[in-house]
C-alpha cells in the first residue's frame, strides 16, 4: 500500500522556467508534508516543508502548496536553475504511539536544461 | 554536511553472509533512524532508536537488527543475506521532542551490494 505517490519518475525543464513537481497520499492523518532534494551519493537533504493546518509555505524560489481536500501537495521552483537538477522525495509525517514516522514517495527526477 | 556519519560507504558480501552498518547522528540528536531505498524506490522506513530505546518498526525483516548504544551511535545489523537486500542504507537523526515535528537529517548512505 503506497500511502505517498509520485506519479512522474523524471521531469525536464528548461532552465528560468518554473518547475512543479507533484505528490499525492492517501492517509489523512499525516501532520506534516515535506520536500527533500537528494544529489548523487548523498543523502536526502531537506528543502521544505508544510504543516496540515496551512495551504501555502514559500521559501525564497520554492513554494509547496496543500490540497488537503485533494490529498495532494505540490512544490513550485521558480525560476528553475541548473543546481536544482537532482531527485525530490515528497514525504509525509504521522505520529504513531507517541513515535514520528515518514514515509517517502518513490522520488521524480528534475532536470533542469540550460 | 548534514552531520550524521556512516560507516562503510560501500559494503559487497555474498548471500548468507551477516554484515553491521554503522551511524553516528547529529551532536545532541537523541533519535537515529534507519531507511532502505531499493532500486528506483523510496525510502522505506525501518526502524527508529530514541535515547537507546526502540521507538517504531516500520518495514523491517526479521533477519535485520539495529541498536542504539549509550554514546547514542547505532548499528543495523543485517544477516542471511540475500539478493534482493542489495540497497542503500541510510540513517537519520533529529533531536525528537514527544509530539512534536523534527526535522530528520540524513548521512550519506551506505551501498550494500550482495552477489
Known amino acids: 500500500d503506497q500511502q505517498v505517490k509520485q506519479n512522474s519518475p523524471s521531469l525536464s525543464v528548461q532552465e528560468g522556467r518554473i518547475s512543479i513537481l507533484n505528490c499525492d497520499y492517501t492517509?489523512?492523518?499525516?501532520?506534516?508534508f515535506l520536500w527533500y532534494k537528494k544529489y548523487p551519493a548523498e543523502g536526502p537533504t531537506f528543502l521544505i516543508s508544510?504543516?496540515?493546518?496551512?495551504d501555502k509555505n514559500e521559501d525564497g524560489r520554492f513554494t509547496v502548496f496543500l490540497n488537503k481536500s485533494a490529498k495532494h501537495l505540490s512544490l513550485h521552483i521558480v525560476p528553475s536553475q541548473p543546481g536544482d537538477s537532482a531527485v525530490y522525495f515528497c514525504a509525509a509525517s504521522a505520529q504513531d504511539q507517541g513515535a514520528q514516522k515518514l514515509v517517502f514517495g518513490q522520488g521524480t527526477r528534475l532536470t533542469i536544461n540550460p | 554536511d548534514s552531520g550524521v556519519t556512516q560507516t562503510p560507504k560501500h559494503l559487497i558480501t555474498a548471500t548468507g553472509q551477516r554484515v553491521t552498518l554503522r551511524c553516528s547522528p547529529r551532536?545532541?540528536?537523541?533519535?537515529v533512524y534507519w531507511y532502505q531505498q531499493s532500486l528506483d524506490q523510496g525510502l522505506q522506513f525501518l526502524i527508529q532508536?530514541?535515547?537507546?530505546?526502540?521507538?517504531a518498526k516500520g518495514n523491517i525483516l526479521e533477519r535485520f537488527s539495529a541498536q542504539q548504544f549509550p554514546d547514542l551511535h547505532s548499528e543495523l545489523n543485517l544477516s542471511s543475506l540475500e539478493l534482493g537486500d542489495s540497497a542503500l542504507y541510510f540513517c537519520?537523526?533529529?533531536?525528537?521532542?514527544?509530539?512534536?515535528?523534527?526535522?530528520?537529517?540524513f548521512g550519506p548512505g551506505t551501498r550494500l551490494t550482495v552477489l
Open positions: 492517509n489523512s492523518m499525516f501532520d506534516y
Open positions: 532508536y530514541y535515547n537507546g530505546e526502540e521507538r
Open positions: 508544510i504543516s496540515s493546518i496551512k
Open positions: 537519520a537523526s533529529s533531536p525528537w521532542t514527544s509530539g512534536a515535528y523534527n526535522e530528520q537529517f
Open positions: 551532536s545532541g540528536d537523541l533519535s
